[in-house]
């Protein structure tokens, strides 16, 4: 069964000829798509050969004509009409897109950090078009994005929680606010770091956004 975070990437992958799975490791994801016919053909690519092989062995005897493995660093000179990078850092996920020959059409990108900086480069040459912050665990930011000539400019606020997070805020998204409101005004009492109140005052405005104040 796959996990809360890999069901609710896989949600997102909008119907497509051909997906890229980068740093697919199991390859759950590609698989998942190839099973549900969200993609006719699904690239598996991994910098890693033994995450290759995993995601070789993953995917079901019956789906394998529909399936590329290719060991390699990021996007390279592929072509696909949508990637999903996810479970990597977010300056990996940047590298791998400032690397890549031919931008896809569509990203649906899971940082495990700095998504702020996901979003700036993202927002140069693509429209995010979902934003959201899900729980498993742990809080993961997944970012759909839709390539486009002339991308809206994105708020400092928006850059660090995500537009659709602050407009439909969700209760995973309020919760994380508050958990991190917790945390940052514990922190701030015992240490009076600037950097935290300054962290701490964007999360309460973001957080009063949700609660109905304007963005
Ligand atoms: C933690 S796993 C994530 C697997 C899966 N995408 C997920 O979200 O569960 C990260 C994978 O990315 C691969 N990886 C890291 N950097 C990469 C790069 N530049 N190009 C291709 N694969 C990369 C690693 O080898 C590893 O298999």
Do not use: W
């Amino acid at each position: 069964m796959l996990s809360r975070r890999l069901d609710k990437l896989l949600c997102l992958v909008p119907e497509c000829r051909i997906l890229a799975d980068v740093g697919c490791d199991h390859g759950y994801v590609g698989t998942e798509a190839l099973k549900r016919n969200i993609a006719e053909r699904v690239i598996f690519a991994d910098i890693s050969a033994k995450s290759l092989s995993k995601a070789r062995a993953n995917c079901p005897d019956e789906l394998q004509d529909r399936a590329t493995f290719v060991c390699q660093d990021g996007l390279a000179d592929l072509q696909c009409d949508c990637a999903v990078i996810a479970g990597m850092g977010g300056m990996e996920i940047i590298s791998i897109l400032r690397k890549a020959k031919n931008l896809p059409h569509m990203l649906v990108l899971q940082p495990n950090r700095n998504a702020r900086e996901v979003r700036e480069f993202v927002s140069d040459s693509y429209r995010i078009t979902q934003d959201s912050k899900i729980s498993d665990g742990k809080y993961y930011d997944m970012i759909v994005a839709c390539i486009c000539a002339d991308p809206p400019k994105l708020s400092e606020l928006e850059l660090e929680f995500g537009a659709d997070n602050l407009s439909h805020p969700t209760e995973d998204f309020v919760s994380y606010l508050k958990k991190e409101q917790t945390k940052l005004t514990n922190i701030l009492h015992s240490c009076g770091d600037p950097d935290v109140a300054d962290r701490l005052s964007r999360v309460e405005k973001a957080l009063a956004i949700c609660m109905g104040g304007q963005i």
